[in-house]
DNA sequence: CTGCATCCAGCGCGATACTG
DNA sequence: CAGTATCGCGCTGGATGCAG
């Protein structure tokens, strides 16, 4: 076996950590939410219906333990909770907003490719 | 509730559609591996080992059918069956790439930050 | 308003065994 | 060699209720 092909899966295992993460139902979708700035527990909620709100606080904790997003607590009465990009998450929006362009660009390609390997699938049974 | 709200999820569906189709464990691995050309089914399973069986058979049939690997048999005594990335494919290694890129330029900070937060949490407790 | 705890259903995925 | 079939566990994620 050629060295090459070990040191594929090496390389990629920081890789597929962090791409489970982008991978992951919500969390691009909150990054992105939070491009323009700060927002509050449940301006994100709206934002990014319709996500649960278990699902919204795990994701939520998860960002923040990765360094991604920063959480500010305002002790006042109600109590505020602002969520907002770290730096770290700014520079993760880079290569998350070029794979969404990518998306965008083919996602009718992948629909037509799929409606035709459905179609010859559902013609060979 | 304002326009631009709705139009975050609309805009993402069809993007969020192709993200899972990234972050699940093993297409990225898969698309990665075939970059420099056609490999046969056993190939690519010790490429991206540990992949089961089960696992790399579904991953390709879900890659084949988004029209991203073609499958060619060639009915010889064994059988044999290449895959590779179809045009469409390799457009996408271009912005995983990008991914992979950051995702290795930033672990470390990640890791940091995951310790950093574990250790706060300890302590808090 | 923000967020944690609990319960629970669904299925992702690994192990294993079998076919052409 | 290249799959398909079946079983079963564990985790994801939704609903609900409670707390600060």
């Not at 050629?2 to 489970?20: A, Q, Y």
């Not at 939070?34 to 919204?56: D, T, V, Y």
């Not at 700014?90 to 083919?106: I, Q």
Request: proline share 6%; hydrophobic share 40%; net charge neutral.
């Amino acid at each position: 076996m050629k060295p090459g092909n070990n040191e594929l899966i090496d390389r990629c295992r920081p890789v597929r950590t962090i791409l489970s993460r982008v991978g992951d139902k919500w969390s691009v979708l909150i990054v992105i939410a939070l491009r323009e700035g700060p927002m509050r527990f449940n301006e994100i909620k709206r934002a990014a219906e319709p996500i649960s709100q278990r699902m919204l606080t795990l994701t939520l904790k998860g960002l923040e333990r990765d360094g991604l997003v920063s959480r500010t607590v305002t002790p006042s009465k109600p109590p505020r909770v602002d969520y907002e990009l770290t730096a770290l998450g700014h520079s993760l929006r880079e290569p998350v907003e070029a794979l969404g362009r990518w998306a965008f660009d083919h996602h009718a390609e992948i629909d037509d490719a799929q409606t035709r390997f459905d179609e010859a699938e559902l013609a060979s049974e």
